[in-house]
């Protein structure tokens, strides 16, 4: 069974298979992480990008990693541009992107917090569906190695870590129980 894993740093900087980016459904690489992203990886990910064109919001979509040290980006569309996420839409784009994800062999990924900062959703509740969605992803199919959400500041990661923490308390607890 693969393993989820938290690292504080810049996800351009991934060796991974592929980096999942907090895409908008225009696939517009803007601000944030798909700015980091595009000034990275160099113009021919947005060139990609354009050539596939929009995507539902919920979707994913996969191009090349450009200058970057992954094969692949994977865009999942969180929101709509100027607009925000939803719990809904992250969950919804992040289980697309895992499935793209296995679709084309890969085994590592890197993670951002989809939907957090610009997206509008709280970090907190950003952490639970992510980690919700890499868990059924991790349980349901054996060829993903590694879920590794990097978190971009102390503040991030901290919430992410807490999170996780919790919900592997939880799972121990439960475990217990059936004893």
Same mark, same amino acid.
């Given at each position: ?6 690292v ?21 690489? &803007? /601000? #944030?992480?798909? $700015?980091?992203?595009?000034? +990275? ?6 060139? @990609?990008?354009? =050539? ?62 989809? &939907? /957090? #900062?610009?997206? $509008?959703?709280?970090?907190? +509740?950003?952490?639970e569906?992510?980690?919700? @969605?890499?868990? =059924? ?23 992410f ?19």
């Open positions: 069974m693969g393993r989820i894993t938290l504080e740093g810049d996800i351009t900087e991934q060796e991974v298979d592929a980096i999942v980016n907090a895409a908008n459904s225009a696939l517009v690489l &803007g /601000a #944030g992480v798909a $700015g980091a992203i595009r000034a +990275r990886g160099g113009p021919s990910i947005q060139a @990609e990008c354009d =050539a596939h064109g929009p995507i539902a919001v919920g979707e994913a979509a996969i191009t090349g990693a450009g200058d970057l040290p992954a094969r692949h980006v994977i865009h999942a569309a969180g929101m709509a541009p100027g607009g925000e996420a939803s719990e809904e839409s992250v969950r919804a784009c992040l289980r697309h992107s895992l499935v793209l994800a296995r679709e084309h062999g890969c085994r590592t990924l890197a993670v951002p917090a989809i &939907g /957090a #900062g610009i997206g $509008g959703l709280s970090l907190q +509740r950003c952490a569906v992510s980690f919700e @969605e890499a868990r =059924a992803a991790l349980d349901a199919d054996d060829s993903l190695e590694e879920i590794r959400f990097v978190l971009f500041g102390e503040p991030a990661y901290r919430v870590e807490m999170t996780h923490d919790a919900a592997r308390v939880q799972a121990q607890m439960e475990r217990m129980k059936r004893r």
